[in-house]
């Protein structure tokens, strides 16, 4: 890779398509600049025409309002194009943009992160493709340039990264080991696995957008209506329809998901109608996820997800953290493996995990003990009758606390630590001990009257992803070495292996007694 100072290299475009394995165009001179494809002008009206419409035929919108508004619209978008573009220069993509208020943002290249290539259903229809640029430490992507031909998309991705020589993208074309390949049986098992509760929150939503008060006052007339039968049935309709409206997200968003290792990155592409080409950095991944929903632990199966370094909170960054939408369990680990040693780390994935000591197991027990007595006790009290009721409950919340209890666990193998939690969602959690950017101790009083502590590893990671890597109800004393080794070793991150006492590095864990 040449200096920053330098240049970028004029390199042959890779092929349109977004497979890697298409045939190469030949070489031609890409510009080092210039401005957007003249579609951007169709495209961007489209992102705010759909408002419209809606508004439209509800009844909502005059025509010559909407008319009036349509006009607007083209001309800021004709303004918009003619006063944007972007150009290589001195080891850095610059964007220059704004109608009235300017901007210029220049991302160097050795900042940049990830270089994704999006192709939506409005880009395929006029022959383009999205280019985004992500730089380490952003909220969102950096660079968005919404309209280009696919072969200077490609031109330009490919030395974004670094690929570019004289015959570096041709070769790039065709090399890449594919990990994953997920058929399509897969993702419809997935789909209805995958417990998206939000898809019939967003229905509903939609409902109520649309009939307005006409919701409320179906919902008040349906018991009298319906009867208990129909409100049943109305509800397993419901049900039915909303498994099969994640099915069909899942295979939309997920079709043709191929993951394939690619030198110093890993790269995803996925889409039905949405295609995406992304790319993860494999020496920006922080810590890597196998998890497991409840369903899908009874069935044995699994999902991988990555944390990587300044990814962006965008609309989407669940989606780009996923490496693996569903296979076994053991699959699962596996990939986990090869990604670990892909990116110079200990093969953690079939670590022993010492278990938390028998004090964790009291307080799960006492914490799903006692409400569920306090909240049917008093019902009880209330309404009156047997104590049956309490009984009942308190089968269930056992359990939930010793499937909780025997969900911990902690283990280590060279310098890659694993961590497993979770209940509803279980978590095992693969974290190399050179991400690890602090280290936080913290033990409430019933922790602290039992003996016990929790070490939360915070490591860069998408904000709302989740709570991060923890070591949950540790025993305290061990909870303190590991502290302290942890800290040492992250202020020397060359000196791996076994600097907390206790610990082996070839796969030995702190002691839970």
Known sequence: MPPPSEPFPAVPPPPEDLSPHAAVPPLETVPPGGRLHPAAMVLWPLGQIGPLVFLFVAGRLQPVIGGVVLAALVLTSVLRWLRFSWRLEHGALVIEQGLL????????????????????????????????????????????????????????????????????????????????????????????????????????????????E????????????????????????????????????????????????????????????????????????QALRVEENLVRRVLGLAAVKVDVAGRARGEDAQQAGLLLPLRRRRQALALVGQVLRAAGHSDASQAP????????RSRRLLRAVVPVLVVTGALVWWRGGGWSPVLLALGPAVAWALDAYRALGVGRVGDTLVMRSGVLVRRTAFVPVGRVQALALSASPVQRRQRLATLELQVARSPGTWSGPRMIDVDVRVADRWLAGLAREIAAPRTLGSALPGLSGGGGTASGA
């Open 101 to 212: 208020a300017r901007r210029r943002r220049v991302i160097p290249r050795d900042r940049i992160q990830s270089v994704d290539v999006v192709r939506k259903l409005r880009h395929r229809a006029v022959g383009v493709v999205e280019l985004r640029v992500e730089a380490v430490g952003g909220n969102d992507a950096e660079g968005r340039l919404e309209a280009l031909r696919p072969a200077i998309a490609a031109h330009l991705r490919a030395v974004l990264l670094g690929e570019a020589s004289a015959h570096g993208v041709a070769e790039r074309a065709h090399e890449g080991t594919p990990l994953v390949r997920v058929p399509p049986r897969d993702l419809v098992v997935a789909g209805l696995t995958g417990g998206r509760v939000g898809v019939m929150a967003a229905l509903l939503g939609f409902a109520q957008e649309l009939l307005g």
């Open 214 to 285: 006409g919701v409320d006052e179906l919902a008040r007339r349906a018991p009298a209506v319906l009867g208990l039968r129909g409100i049943v049935a109305v509800a397993a309709g419901l049900l039915v329809v909303a498994f099969a409206l994640s099915i069909v997200a899942t295979i939309v968003v997920y079709w043709d998901f191929t993951l394939s290792v690619d030198g110093p990155r890993l790269r995803v592409r996925r889409g039905l109608l949405q295609q995406r080409s992304e790319t993860v950095p494999l020496r920006r991944i």
């Open 353 to 360: 995990l010492e278990p938390m000591p028998a004090r964790a």
